[in-house]
């Protein structure tokens, strides 16, 4: 049990930190004041206020009732506030669950992502199931029969998916089955399970293809190393069939190059698919991210992260997890 | 006179072949030939000659005719074609020389007629494969048709002759026209008239059209010297447009009229028989009198279009519109988000605006939605909108002025709203610009005497929600996704970034109005699709059913989508891209450097590059198009030597303004986009040797607001495009300068102001059309934006979707359709087609 | 059943590798008859290890065999060939030197024991495991069902061995091979593992192969001992028969000098055998062993000799083997000339003579 508070606390440290980098960063390059009033916000309404600056004409211009707005905001807002007790106060709003409101259409932030984190994690786990479904079985085989042809072609496909910038693998893939062939919808759609598996096969994909090409190779040159151990050649000796070493001797120990990718890159697309996600027009978090980041969406920036860092460490801390099932040598604790 | 001498000619032919055909079937031939002999000798140039008749039957007892038993014959028929058959265009009613004709031999046979409308090109065929029976229309027997048809004996001989305008003077005689041979002759396909033209005249001089109405109308218009045509139905054409034709000189030739049988067919024998006891009593000739003289009145105005007319599509309702959205809209509020592209889109399908505008060229006509009626005072500075009566919101509720005063005013709580608006509305009056008189009547005060004060309720302030949406989005906003209209749409699901969902409002107060009683899709889908390439792709794949972009990639590859059957309209009426100068700070405060901008800018690198030669050149606000638009004003740029001086003059008196020469200015432009980062690329090569040119790339939200607050050098902009000018009016005048300008250049000049508030307050509409084009010249004088393209637009349509510019207003008069939908209410006269 | 249970006849097996092709074995034969035990001695290179593996069927793919090995009459490569599922791990099974490395790291020890039960004696989980347990109270191990969960790198190394030799034995083999088993151990464990296979074999009737660089394993346990060097035989006897006469072979003689005493001092040197194992690619003219070899002369630097049976079922392949005539003469030759045909100097050999002249074996 230690152990995990143990875990708990560095998944909040960690939080902290990125959480406070980003309100710092989002208070000097942005000025939230803007989302909030508008125009006014760039304004010297200081010197308005006192009286220095008139306007150019009668009609148009901020005059002092304008400004009196920017400055009411000001106060509400504890826009005055040093930066430290500004940030103390919206972690105080957020461990009571309430992230804050858009800037930009005054929604709930917590909506906001909670729309939009189903759809991300939904294709990131239909990115990580293709991925292992077209890496594994491929790393295995060509493992098995290094050198020979199968391993020299998958090692050569795999540089070119790797080498292959995803939103051309994007395009690529959405011109020739969505508007050729007819075969996948050109947009996300979400009636029902089925439609929603639809349209996440290519944006899939497009994600699945250079993490599989990645994850083969890792998997596959583990798999090699650990084939030349000597229990295999010990398990050949009790009869068993090539098969069974694979699956039952081989496979578990050469899984850490692997899962260890693998839990970078899940924590990765959690918040990074955001290309796929324009291509392929999925609502996900990583448009929105983008999107809040251009439009100085304070808090929305904020909320997501804290959701995004969070999730990162979580998937890391379950494949630590992870480690400890592979191999028991591994303690926990490790 | 001549009319007389020729119908009387050709009446002596008529009966002379009637009495020559006397009883006895053998002599035809010869004794035609030798009466048509005869009168050739005596009558007047329109004799003919018979041609002989196909072998014929002898009826045994003259006075007993075949009885055919009550036999069907089917008999194709144009419905178009004068005097032989036609239908009244008013009452609908068939008429023609063919129908007594054939109808009177058919008392006489015992048979029954079974008319059916076709076209006439594929007549002879049809007949001659036995699809039909037989045909109408004055069929000339030729040997080339007797292969495929047999021909009855002739009841008419016609003349060719053509006919030309009145007066003509380029050529008194069919000679002398022959000679010329720049002039043209038109005919109706597939006719003996048309070969006769070929045959005469030769291919290149003939010109064809689907029917004779056509090509007399051409010839009327100009576009053809003269029309080919029998001499016996020249003569309603003749009788008619006597002011504008006549006949010209001469015959070409003379053609013999049969009734075309299939090969072989039965029925020759009898309606022969038949003819020939018209002819002997007269009767025939009766009907010669009736429709080949000047008795014969009916004109090609007066008929329908018989086979030709289009059939009748009834609009059939249900389906859901699929259509896509460049951008997505922060919420769709009017009185709290402010709209653009995207946002109107949905929110003209929610809401209903106070005022409607027809698609008069002034875009000064005015029909009122759901402000039922208003008055002005004399000095048209106080405007009172009676709200209509019993219009239900989508929530139940009741339209009532106190609702239109809210949503005005909230509207003008945005600061940036009210800036716009200052000019236009009093809003610093005590009491505000706004006053609720009575349950339905709203008052508004304007600043200046408005002509054209309601257009500004034509647009985003004058959508209405809900009172009770209102006030409830105001406590909770985000029910600014989710909003309340009159509209024929009511929301039904929105998902931003993804899709948007309205569904037919059956409760439409419009409903009366419209043509089939109700809206006709079931709902509308709004997707977002920020690459409007891949809008395009998404259409071509079948998952949108519209498409409307200013994307010039995305628009080939719609226009691919033309050869498919879809509806592709562009259209560049609605929008200017220009760039501009900061006049409020140096270096462009001095009308030099900006003249020196203006001389050296690239324009003809940005219409290639940038435009890809798809966009049209603009030099002043308007289109081309547009009653406002003044020819003279022509941009000026391309012209860098006109710059050098003006450059080494300005940097002369302002050396801390330029360097090396050259003087300095920063490009400000909205990034990251590939699209602003080539203009800067193009634009600045062309300024480079007389300009420093630094890069200033800021984000959109930056990048509004630095132009509002005058902290920039130069820009390129999109605006303008408002049909009623005045409506763009607030980007030039004085009073839209202050700490935020909307005129962005902060240009004052108040001769210019003085043009545009003139205009405002002119009911004089010649005067406001020459005002504004004097504008346009005090624009270029002052040298404060440089005109680069018209926006075009590309809105494309799935082939099945109909009715998108069929909405109308209740007095008859039609909101302006830029072809492409999107006018007003014209998703409520939109189907699909199946 | 009748006849030897193993037959070897001229086996060849060689590796085509890049630098050429590699002689690992060079014409071995032997027999081994059902419920004995053959100890096959050499040192690394010499072949026994290559000739293990060969009997059973774990050679790499670029590996060339050629010359005939039966057991129980029935063609071995015959049942390579066939793909036979029942039958390595069954009849014939096989340990190796390092149990640490032989063991899966990530699989419990029972695991690893039941699965040959399940596989090829059909047994169901519970009762390969209950199986598996008595397995390792056969081989010795205390408190085996504790065991049965545990991993291989909670157990210490001779009780991991112990593990590896029930893994081997839990389908009953008729023949066990055991190469360098005890060579990773210490040496109080060697001797406690080398009781516990003889205990096994006798117990079952099961035929042993034992390999090993250590004549001292093989003395008085095994019942024949075959010598190998250079990837053949040298010599081949009766294990009494061998340690009488110290080995005819010279290279026996050498093996047997080699041998550390229990009761040497610890930090004694230990005696090699002077000059280098025998280059593996391309022929070899005449004897391996005579570029080391004190009693060599030229006729071995050119001829091989063959393998010749000096007295009742004790084979020897050597021109001038040790205590004969030839031996005696031609040891003293090379005294004499102070270097062998080969070049090597008599000096080496004397940390040899020594142990020789003791006696001492």
């Given at each position: 049990m230690g152990f995990v508070l143990k875990r708990v606390a560095q998944m909040v440290a960690v939080i902290i930190a990125a959480t406070f980098l980003a309100f710092t960063a989002m208070s000097y390059l942005g000025d939230p004041l803007f989302n909030i009033v508008g125009f006014h916000a760039s304004v010297d309404c200081d010197a308005v206020l006192a009286g220095e600056i008139e306007d150019v004409s009668g009609q148009g211009g901020t005059d002092v009732g304008d400004c009196e707005v920017v400055e009411a905001a000001r106060e509400k807002y504890h826009l005055n506030d040093p930066l430290p007790v500004r940030y103390g106060r919206w972690v105080g709003d957020v461990v009571q669950g309430d992230l804050g409101v858009s800037f930009k259409n005054s929604m709930p932030v917590t909506t906001i992502i909670g729309n939009r984190i189903p759809k991300s994690i939904f294709l990131m786990v239909v990115a990580e199931i293709f991925a292992l479904i077209i890496a594994v079985p491929a790393a295995i085989r060509a493992a098995y029969k290094a050198n020979r042809v199968f391993d020299k072609s998958a090692t050569v496909s795999s540089f070119g998916f790797i080498s292959l910038p995803n939103f051309a693998l994007g395009v690529i893939l959405f011109y020739l089955f969505v508007v050729k062939w007819q075969i996948f919808p050109s947009r996300y759609e979400d009636d029902d399970l089925f439609s929603r598996l639809r349209s996440t096969v290519l944006p899939g994909l497009t994600l699945a293809l250079p993490l599989a090409a990645t994850y083969f190779r890792l998997l596959r040159t583990d798999l090699i190393t650990t084939l030349q151990e000597d229990f295999v050649l010990m398990a050949k000796a009790k009869g068993l069939s090539d098969r069974w070493i694979m699956f039952r001797h081989v496979l578990r120990p050469s899984l850490f190059s692997l899962v260890t990718v693998f839990g970078l890159s899940t924590g990765g697309l959690i918040g990074g698919a955001l290309v796929v996600e324009q291509i392929f027009v999925i609502p996900g978090l990583g448009r929105t991210f983008v999107e809040a980041v251009i439009r100085d969406d304070f808090p929305l920036v904020l909320g997501l992260v804290t959701i995004i860092s969070s999730s990162f460490i979580a998937i890391n801390f379950i494949v630590d997890l992870f480690y400890s099932v592979i191999d028991p040598r591994v303690s926990r604790e490790t | 006179m001549k009319t007389f001498k020729r119908s009387f000619g050709l009446l002596l032919v008529i009966g002379l072949i009637a009495a020559a055909c006397g009883t006895d079937g053998d002599d035809d031939a010869s004794s035609s030939a030798s009466s048509s002999a005869a009168v050739a000798t005596t009558a007047a140039p329109v004799a003919t000659t018979a041609a002989p008749a196909a072998a014929v039957e002898t009826s045994e007892d003259e006075s007993t005719l075949p009885d055919l038993g009550g036999r069907t014959v089917s008999v194709a028929i144009e419905n178009a074609y004068l005097p032989y058959n036609y239908v009244d265009a008013e009452t609908g009613e068939i008429g023609g020389f063919d129908y007594d004709f054939f109808g009177e031999i058919c008392n006489r046979l015992n048979c029954e007629l079974d008319y059916q409308e076709f076209a006439w090109e594929a007549t002879i065929q049809s007949v001659g494969d036995g699809t039909f029976d037989t045909a109408g229309g004055g069929i000339t027997i030729t040997a080339e048709r007797e292969e495929t048809l047999d021909f009855t004996d002739s009841y008419i001989s016609v003349d060719q002759r053509l006919i030309v305008e009145l007066g003509e003077d380029r050529f008194a005689s069919l000679e002398e026209f022959g000679q010329m041979d720049e002039l043209t002759v038109c005919s109706q396909t597939g006719t003996t008239n048309a070969e006769t033209a070929i045959e005469n005249f030769g291919e290149d001089r003939v010109v064809l059209f689907e029917t004779f109405g056509f090509a007399v109308q051409a010839l009327l218009a100009g576009d053809c010297d003269s029309v080919i045509m029998d001499e016996t139905a020249g003569q309603g054409y003749q009788g008619e447009n006597a002011e504008s034709l006549e006949l010209l000189e001469g015959v070409l030739s003379a053609d013999e009229l049969g009734v075309p049988f299939p090969n072989g067919s039965d029925l020759v024998a009898p309606f022969n028989a038949a003819i020939s006891s018209m002819k002997a009593d007269g009767s025939l000739f009766e009907l010669g009198s009736k429709y080949f003289t000047d008795a014969f009145t009916v004109t090609y105005d007066d008929i329908g279009d018989g086979a030709y007319a289009e059939e009748e599509v009834v609009p059939v309702a249900g389906g859901t519109l699929r259509l896509m959205m460049e951008a997505e809209s922060d919420g769709i509020n009017p009185t709290v988000n402010r709209f653009a592209i995207s946002g109107h889109m949905m929110a003209g399908a929610i809401f209903d605006t106070l005022v409607w505008v027809t698609d008069d060229p002034c875009a000064c006509v005015f029909v009122g939605g759901l402000a039922e009626s208003w008055t002005s005072s004399d000095d048209l500075k106080t405007w009172d909108f009676k709200i209509r009566e019993n219009v239900e919101f989508h929530d139940g509720t009741m339209l009532d002025a106190e609702t239109v005063a809210f949503a005005v005013g909230r509207q003008l709580a945005d600061p940036l709203i009210s800036l716009a608006l200052k000019p236009v509305l009093d809003i610093a009056r005590e009491g505000g610009a706004v006053e609720v008189v009575d349950d339905m009547t709203v008052r508004f005060h304007a600043l200046r005497p408005h002509v054209d004060f309601p257009t500004y309720f034509s647009g985003q302030l004058g959508y209405i929600p809900s009172l009770a949406y209102m006030q409830a989005a105001i406590e909770d906003p985000a029910l600014n996704q989710m909003p309340v209209g009159t509209g024929a749409f009511m929301m039904d699901s929105r998902e931003q970034d993804l899709m948007t969902r309205v569904v037919k409002n059956p409760n439409w107060w419009y409903n009366d109005h419209l043509a089939a009683g109700?809206?006709?899709?079931d709902a509308i889908e709004f997707y977002v699709y920020t690459d409007s390439e891949l809008g395009a792709g998404a259409m071509e794949a079948g998952d949108l059913d519209g498409v409307s972009t200013s994307s010039i990639d995305a628009a080939m590859i719609l226009r691919e989508l033309a050869d498919d059957g879809y509806q592709v309209v562009e259209q560049d009426l609605g929008e200017e891209t220009f760039a501009m100068m900061n006049t409020s700070k140096a270096p462009f405060d001095d009308i030099r450097a900006r003249k020196a901008l203006t001389y050296a800018t690239a324009k003809a690198d940005y219409l290639e590059f940038i435009g890809q030669g798809e966009l049209r050149s603009a030099d002043t606000w308007f289109p081309p198009e547009s009653i406002f638009h003044n020819p003279d004003v022509k941009q000026e740029a391309d012209m860098p030597e006109m710059a050098a001086p003006l450059v080494a003059e300005y940097c002369g008196d302002n050396p801390d303004n330029c360097s090396d020469g050259k003087i300095n200015m920063e490009f400000q432009y909205s990034g990251p986009s590939v699209i602003q980062d080539r203009i800067f690329d193009v634009l600045s090569a062309g300024y480079e040797p007389y300009f420093n040119v630094t890069k200033d790339m800021l984000l959109q939200d930056d990048h509004i607001t630095q132009t509002a607050i005058g902290m920039f050098d130069f820009l390129t902009w999109r605006q303008m495009g408002a049909r009623n000018p005045d409506g763009d009016g607030v980007w030039i005048v004085c009073d839209a300068i202050g700490v935020l300008s909307l005129n962005w250049p902060r240009y004052c000049d108040p001769a210019r102001d003085e043009l545009v508030y003139g205009a405002r307050g002119n009911t004089d509409r010649d005067a406001v059309v020459q005002a504004w084009k004097d504008v346009a010249a005090h624009v270029q004088e002052s040298y404060t934006y440089v005109m680069l393209t018209h926006t075009l637009w590309n809105a494309t349509y799935d082939p099945r979707l109909r009715g998108m510019c069929s909405f109308t207003f209740p007095d008859g008069t039609e909101p302006y359709c830029r072809g492409t939908g999107g006018g007003y209410g014209s998703y409520s006269t939109m189907w699909f087609e199946e | 059943m009748t006849g030897p249970l193993v037959s070897i006849e001229d086996l060849h097996v060689s590796f085509l590798t890049e630098q050429g092709s590699v002689r690992a074995v060079d014409g071995v034969s032997f027999d081994l008859e059902p419920g004995k035990s053959i100890g096959i001695v050499g040192e690394s290179g010499s072949g026994k290890s290559v000739t293990a593996k060969t009997l059973m069927n774990l050679l790499p793919s670029y590996a060339q065999v050629k010359g005939s090995m039966k057991f129980d009459g029935r063609d071995l490569r015959e049942i390579a060939r066939k793909k036979e599922k029942h039958f390595w791990g069954v009849e014939m099974t096989m340990i190796f030197q390092d149990p640490m490395t032989s063991l899966n790291p990530v699989k419990r020890i029972g695991e690893q024991i039941a699965e040959s039960l399940r596989v090829h004696m059909n047994r169901s989980r519970s009762e390969a495991m209950t199986e598996a347990g008595d397995l390792l109270e056969q081989v010795g191990i205390p408190e085996p069902a504790k065991r049965l969960r545990q991993y291989p790198h909670e157990l210490s190394g001779g009780l991991r061995q112990r593990v590896v030799i029930a893994i081997a034995l839990a389908c009953g083999p008729r023949l066990l091979i055991a190469d360098e088993p005890t060579t990773a151990l210490d040496v109080t464990v060697q001797k406690h593992i080398l009781d516990l296979l003889d205990d096994l074999r006798k117990e079952r009737g099961m035929s042993m192969i034992l390999i090993t660089h250590d004549l001292g394993v093989v003395k008085g346990r095994t019942d024949e001992i075959m010598v190998m060097y250079g990837g053949r035989t040298m010599e081949e006897a009766p294990t009494r028969a061998l340690f009488e006469c110290d080995g005819l072979h010279p290279y026996t003689e050498a093996l047997n000098a080699t041998i550390p005493k229990i009761d040497t001092p610890s930090h004694t040197r230990l005696v090699p055998i002077p000059g280098k194992p025998p280059e593996v690619i391309g022929r070899i003219e005449g004897c391996p062993f005579a570029p080391r070899c004190r009693y060599s002369t030229s006729e071995c630097l050119t001829e091989m000799p063959p393998l010749v049976e000096q007295e009742q079922g004790h084979f020897c392949a050597c021109h001038n083997p040790v205590g004969t005539p030839e031996g005696i003469k031609a040891r003293e030759a090379n005294q004499n000339t102070g270097h062998t045909p080969a070049g090597l100097d008599m000096k080496e050999f004397e940390a040899f003579a020594v142990h020789a002249e003791t006696g001492e074996i």
């Amino acid at each position: 049990m230690g152990f995990v508070l143990k875990r708990v606390a560095q998944m909040v440290a960690v939080i902290i930190a990125a959480t406070f980098l980003a309100f710092t960063a989002m208070s000097y390059l942005g000025d939230p004041l803007f989302n909030i009033v508008g125009f006014h916000a760039s304004v010297d309404c200081d010197a308005v206020l006192a009286g220095e600056i008139e306007d150019v004409s009668g009609q148009g211009g901020t005059d002092v009732g304008d400004c009196e707005v920017v400055e009411a905001a000001r106060e509400k807002y504890h826009l005055n506030d040093p930066l430290p007790v500004r940030y103390g106060r919206w972690v105080g709003d957020v461990v009571q669950g309430d992230l804050g409101v858009s800037f930009k259409n005054s929604m709930p932030v917590t909506t906001i992502i909670g729309n939009r984190i189903p759809k991300s994690i939904f294709l990131m786990v239909v990115a990580e199931i293709f991925a292992l479904i077209i890496a594994v079985p491929a790393a295995i085989r060509a493992a098995y029969k290094a050198n020979r042809v199968f391993d020299k072609s998958a090692t050569v496909s795999s540089f070119g998916f790797i080498s292959l910038p995803n939103f051309a693998l994007g395009v690529i893939l959405f011109y020739l089955f969505v508007v050729k062939w007819q075969i996948f919808p050109s947009r996300y759609e979400d009636d029902d399970l089925f439609s929603r598996l639809r349209s996440t096969v290519l944006p899939g994909l497009t994600l699945a293809l250079p993490l599989a090409a990645t994850y083969f190779r890792l998997l596959r040159t583990d798999l090699i190393t650990t084939l030349q151990e000597d229990f295999v050649l010990m398990a050949k000796a009790k009869g068993l069939s090539d098969r069974w070493i694979m699956f039952r001797h081989v496979l578990r120990p050469s899984l850490f190059s692997l899962v260890t990718v693998f839990g970078l890159s899940t924590g990765g697309l959690i918040g990074g698919a955001l290309v796929v996600e324009q291509i392929f027009v999925i609502p996900g978090l990583g448009r929105t991210f983008v999107e809040a980041v251009i439009r100085d969406d304070f808090p929305l920036v904020l909320g997501l992260v804290t959701i995004i860092s969070s999730s990162f460490i979580a998937i890391n801390f379950i494949v630590d997890l992870f480690y400890s099932v592979i191999d028991p040598r591994v303690s926990r604790e490790t | 006179m001549k009319t007389f001498k020729r119908s009387f000619g050709l009446l002596l032919v008529i009966g002379l072949i009637a009495a020559a055909c006397g009883t006895d079937g053998d002599d035809d031939a010869s004794s035609s030939a030798s009466s048509s002999a005869a009168v050739a000798t005596t009558a007047a140039p329109v004799a003919t000659t018979a041609a002989p008749a196909a072998a014929v039957e002898t009826s045994e007892d003259e006075s007993t005719l075949p009885d055919l038993g009550g036999r069907t014959v089917s008999v194709a028929i144009e419905n178009a074609y004068l005097p032989y058959n036609y239908v009244d265009a008013e009452t609908g009613e068939i008429g023609g020389f063919d129908y007594d004709f054939f109808g009177e031999i058919c008392n006489r046979l015992n048979c029954e007629l079974d008319y059916q409308e076709f076209a006439w090109e594929a007549t002879i065929q049809s007949v001659g494969d036995g699809t039909f029976d037989t045909a109408g229309g004055g069929i000339t027997i030729t040997a080339e048709r007797e292969e495929t048809l047999d021909f009855t004996d002739s009841y008419i001989s016609v003349d060719q002759r053509l006919i030309v305008e009145l007066g003509e003077d380029r050529f008194a005689s069919l000679e002398e026209f022959g000679q010329m041979d720049e002039l043209t002759v038109c005919s109706q396909t597939g006719t003996t008239n048309a070969e006769t033209a070929i045959e005469n005249f030769g291919e290149d001089r003939v010109v064809l059209f689907e029917t004779f109405g056509f090509a007399v109308q051409a010839l009327l218009a100009g576009d053809c010297d003269s029309v080919i045509m029998d001499e016996t139905a020249g003569q309603g054409y003749q009788g008619e447009n006597a002011e504008s034709l006549e006949l010209l000189e001469g015959v070409l030739s003379a053609d013999e009229l049969g009734v075309p049988f299939p090969n072989g067919s039965d029925l020759v024998a009898p309606f022969n028989a038949a003819i020939s006891s018209m002819k002997a009593d007269g009767s025939l000739f009766e009907l010669g009198s009736k429709y080949f003289t000047d008795a014969f009145t009916v004109t090609y105005d007066d008929i329908g279009d018989g086979a030709y007319a289009e059939e009748e599509v009834v609009p059939v309702a249900g389906g859901t519109l699929r259509l896509m959205m460049e951008a997505e809209s922060d919420g769709i509020n009017p009185t709290v988000n402010r709209f653009a592209i995207s946002g109107h889109m949905m929110a003209g399908a929610i809401f209903d605006t106070l005022v409607w505008v027809t698609d008069d060229p002034c875009a000064c006509v005015f029909v009122g939605g759901l402000a039922e009626s208003w008055t002005s005072s004399d000095d048209l500075k106080t405007w009172d909108f009676k709200i209509r009566e019993n219009v239900e919101f989508h929530d139940g509720t009741m339209l009532d002025a106190e609702t239109v005063a809210f949503a005005v005013g909230r509207q003008l709580a945005d600061p940036l709203i009210s800036l716009a608006l200052k000019p236009v509305l009093d809003i610093a009056r005590e009491g505000g610009a706004v006053e609720v008189v009575d349950d339905m009547t709203v008052r508004f005060h304007a600043l200046r005497p408005h002509v054209d004060f309601p257009t500004y309720f034509s647009g985003q302030l004058g959508y209405i929600p809900s009172l009770a949406y209102m006030q409830a989005a105001i406590e909770d906003p985000a029910l600014n996704q989710m909003p309340v209209g009159t509209g024929a749409f009511m929301m039904d699901s929105r998902e931003q970034d993804l899709m948007t969902r309205v569904v037919k409002n059956p409760n439409w107060w419009y409903n009366d109005h419209l043509a089939a009683g109700e809206v006709l899709l079931d709902a509308i889908e709004f997707y977002v699709y920020t690459d409007s390439e891949l809008g395009a792709g998404a259409m071509e794949a079948g998952d949108l059913d519209g498409v409307s972009t200013s994307s010039i990639d995305a628009a080939m590859i719609l226009r691919e989508l033309a050869d498919d059957g879809y509806q592709v309209v562009e259209q560049d009426l609605g929008e200017e891209t220009f760039a501009m100068m900061n006049t409020s700070k140096a270096p462009f405060d001095d009308i030099r450097a900006r003249k020196a901008l203006t001389y050296a800018t690239a324009k003809a690198d940005y219409l290639e590059f940038i435009g890809q030669g798809e966009l049209r050149s603009a030099d002043t606000w308007f289109p081309p198009e547009s009653i406002f638009h003044n020819p003279d004003v022509k941009q000026e740029a391309d012209m860098p030597e006109m710059a050098a001086p003006l450059v080494a003059e300005y940097c002369g008196d302002n050396p801390d303004n330029c360097s090396d020469g050259k003087i300095n200015m920063e490009f400000q432009y909205s990034g990251p986009s590939v699209i602003q980062d080539r203009i800067f690329d193009v634009l600045s090569a062309g300024y480079e040797p007389y300009f420093n040119v630094t890069k200033d790339m800021l984000l959109q939200d930056d990048h509004i607001t630095q132009t509002a607050i005058g902290m920039f050098d130069f820009l390129t902009w999109r605006q303008m495009g408002a049909r009623n000018p005045d409506g763009d009016g607030v980007w030039i005048v004085c009073d839209a300068i202050g700490v935020l300008s909307l005129n962005w250049p902060r240009y004052c000049d108040p001769a210019r102001d003085e043009l545009v508030y003139g205009a405002r307050g002119n009911t004089d509409r010649d005067a406001v059309v020459q005002a504004w084009k004097d504008v346009a010249a005090h624009v270029q004088e002052s040298y404060t934006y440089v005109m680069l393209t018209h926006t075009l637009w590309n809105a494309t349509y799935d082939p099945r979707l109909r009715g998108m510019c069929s909405f109308t207003f209740p007095d008859g008069t039609e909101p302006y359709c830029r072809g492409t939908g999107g006018g007003y209410g014209s998703y409520s006269t939109m189907w699909f087609e199946e | 059943m009748t006849g030897p249970l193993v037959s070897i006849e001229d086996l060849h097996v060689s590796f085509l590798t890049e630098q050429g092709s590699v002689r690992a074995v060079d014409g071995v034969s032997f027999d081994l008859e059902p419920g004995k035990s053959i100890g096959i001695v050499g040192e690394s290179g010499s072949g026994k290890s290559v000739t293990a593996k060969t009997l059973m069927n774990l050679l790499p793919s670029y590996a060339q065999v050629k010359g005939s090995m039966k057991f129980d009459g029935r063609d071995l490569r015959e049942i390579a060939r066939k793909k036979e599922k029942h039958f390595w791990g069954v009849e014939m099974t096989m340990i190796f030197q390092d149990p640490m490395t032989s063991l899966n790291p990530v699989k419990r020890i029972g695991e690893q024991i039941a699965e040959s039960l399940r596989v090829h004696m059909n047994r169901s989980r519970s009762e390969a495991m209950t199986e598996a347990g008595d397995l390792l109270e056969q081989v010795g191990i205390p408190e085996p069902a504790k065991r049965l969960r545990q991993y291989p790198h909670e157990l210490s190394g001779g009780l991991r061995q112990r593990v590896v030799i029930a893994i081997a034995l839990a389908c009953g083999p008729r023949l066990l091979i055991a190469d360098e088993p005890t060579t990773a151990l210490d040496v109080t464990v060697q001797k406690h593992i080398l009781d516990l296979l003889d205990d096994l074999r006798k117990e079952r009737g099961m035929s042993m192969i034992l390999i090993t660089h250590d004549l001292g394993v093989v003395k008085g346990r095994t019942d024949e001992i075959m010598v190998m060097y250079g990837g053949r035989t040298m010599e081949e006897a009766p294990t009494r028969a061998l340690f009488e006469c110290d080995g005819l072979h010279p290279y026996t003689e050498a093996l047997n000098a080699t041998i550390p005493k229990i009761d040497t001092p610890s930090h004694t040197r230990l005696v090699p055998i002077p000059g280098k194992p025998p280059e593996v690619i391309g022929r070899i003219e005449g004897c391996p062993f005579a570029p080391r070899c004190r009693y060599s002369t030229s006729e071995c630097l050119t001829e091989m000799p063959p393998l010749v049976e000096q007295e009742q079922g004790h084979f020897c392949a050597c021109h001038n083997p040790v205590g004969t005539p030839e031996g005696i003469k031609a040891r003293e030759a090379n005294q004499n000339t102070g270097h062998t045909p080969a070049g090597l100097d008599m000096k080496e050999f004397e940390a040899f003579a020594v142990h020789a002249e003791t006696g001492e074996i």
